[in-house]
């Protein structure tokens, strides 16, 4: 059964970068059907999504968080991670990291249970 | 693009509520829409996917649609029951200019009251 499993700090401090590792067991990232993705959401408010990752390398991260987001992967490792840096105070949230499959369809809901993120000096 | 769902809705147990999740630009089935269900303190699970499919094990009481003539994608949960309550996010997918982002609506708070 694959399993997904975040970590790193829970508070960062305004203008630092955030280091998020996802830790993936169970099964193997090496597939060509699969994206490893961040999504995070904001305490009372929605779903953002953050980036995706191949097992390749290849990314895709949201418009709108694109100059502050790097994603990479260690399929060695069976991880991946998110680093973010400029962190201010509308950054707070719980951190998912998930499997997506793009364009469509399911596979099973595999998400990571969440890291809470805490800015604050 | 962005997708739009109401805030809220509520309804009693038993009845039938209709979440809609309406695409800003773009056509509505240009690309599969998803529905999530959330609840308190939980990663979202899947209820629907490609518009109107649903994941084994969730109860046909749940259905997806899209209506092209209003760019939008629908969750219909018939015979309500207090467990369906929770957030419902809807998704898509932008591969506009060779890109390939996941875009999620705002979400949708059911109340079952």
């Known amino acids: 059964q694959l399993q997904l499993q975040e970590s790193g700090p829970g508070l960062v401090k305004p203008s630092e970068t955030l280091s998020l590792t996802c830790s993936v067991s169970g099964d193997s990232m090496t597939s060509n059907k699969y994206y490893w993705g961040w999504i995070r959401q904001p305490p009372g408010k929605g779903l953002e999504w953050i980036g995706s990752?191949?097992?390749?390398?290849?990314?895709f991260y949201n418009p709108s968080l694109k100059s502050r987001v790097t994603m990479s992967v260690d399929t060695s490792k069976s991880q991946f991670s998110l680093k973010m840096n400029s962190m201010t105070a509308a950054d707070p949230a719980v951190y998912y990291c998930?499997?997506?499959?793009?364009?469509?369809?399911?596979?099973?809901?595999?998400w990571g249970p969440g890291i809470l993120v805490t800015v604050s000096s | 693009f962005m997708l739009t769902q109401p805030h809220s809705v509520s309804e009693s147990p038993g009845k039938t509520v209709t979440i809609s999740c309406t695409r800003s630009?773009?056509?509505?089935?240009?690309?599969?829409v998803q529905w999530y269900q959330q609840r308190p303190g939980s990663a979202p699970t899947t209820v629907i996917y490609?518009?109107?499919?649903?994941p084994s094990g969730v109860p046909d009481r749940f259905s997806g649609s899209i209506d092209s003539s209003s760019n939008s994608a629908s969750l219909t949960i018939s015979g309500l029951k207090t467990e369906d309550e929770a957030d419902y996010y809807c998704?898509?997918?932008?591969?506009?200019?060779?890109?390939?982002?996941?875009?999620f609506g705002g979400g949708t708070r059911l109340t079952v009251l």
């Open positions: 990752i191949d097992y390749r390398g290849t990314t």
């Open positions: 998930a499997r997506l499959l793009p364009w469509g369809g399911h596979s099973g809901d595999y």
């Open positions: 998704q898509s997918y932008d591969t506009s200019n060779h890109v390939l982002y996941w875009v």
């Open positions: 630009s773009g056509n509505i089935a240009s690309n599969y």
């Open positions: 490609d518009d109107d499919q649903r």
